[in-house]
T-cell receptor, first 111, second 114 residues
């Protein structure tokens, strides 16, 4: 499975848009890009998943360029409650079940 | 019911104790997982159950013994643990057994081994 690289930490202010970029140079054709969010002392929570181009849901957007070697999670107008760790994962689209979490990005949203 | 529950929330045990962690989901999911998470580290997969059968064991020491009594319940039996096994143990489930399925995580059991 492709290893992911993402910034260790990011700071932002309430109301700003936050973009977290993840690098996955060795992504395979049947791999999906998935993002999870984790608050302290809680289990991770699924945010969004994509294969190519752009995916949007009620909480985030995921931008994936044509070469799929990177992806960007976009959080519009963050609030203090968005302070969390964000994990970028590459998951194999078969029955291997494997989720390998990257090191994660610690996002701190300031008032 | 759209959540995964785990009990207990906290557990302290000695190295000679035997204890069990319990995980339950009532979403009809076919796959269930155990993860281990050390402080400030990402979760690491330990075991995967698919249709109540053990599908993946990520070379976990035998002092951790998983069990899936039925499709809604997953246990992790602990015996003769070491202090370095202290961590947050997370259970998750997913509708089907493909890796790209969304996994639903419980809140975890925080384990301290003395």
């Amino acid at each position: 499975l492709a290893k992911t690289t993402q910034p260790i930490s990011m700071d932002s202010y309430e109301g700003q848009e936050v973009n977290i970029t993840c690098s996955h140079n060795n992504i395979a054709t049947n791999d999906y890009i998935t993002w999870y969010q984790q608050f302290p002392s809680q289990g991770p929570r699924f945010i969004i998943q994509g294969y190519k181009t752009k995916v949007t849901n009620e909480v985030a957007s995921l931008f994936i360029p044509a070469d799929r070697k990177s992806s960007t999670l976009s959080l519009p107008r963050v609030s203090l409650s968005d302070t969390a760790v964000y994990y970028c994962l590459v998951v194999r689209g078969d029955s291997s079940y494997k989720l390998i979490f990257g090191s994660g990005t610690r996002l701190l949203v300031r008032p | 019911d759209t959540e995964v529950t785990q009990t207990p929330k906290h557990l302290v045990m000695g190295m000679t104790n035997k204890k069990s962690l319990k995980c339950e989901q009532h979403m009809g999911h076919r796959a269930m997982y155990w993860y281990k998470q050390k402080a400030k580290k990402p979760p690491e997969l330990m075991f995967v159950y698919s249709y109540e059968k053990l599908s993946i064991n990520e070379s976990v020491p035998s002092r951790f013994s998983p069990e899936c009594p039925n499709s809604s319940l997953l246990n992790l039996h602990l015996h003769a643990l070491q202090p370095e096994d202290s961590a947050l143990y997370l259970c998750a489930s997913s509708p089907w057994t493909r890796a790209q399925e969304t996994q639903y995580f419980g809140p975890g059991t925080r384990l301290l081994v003395l």
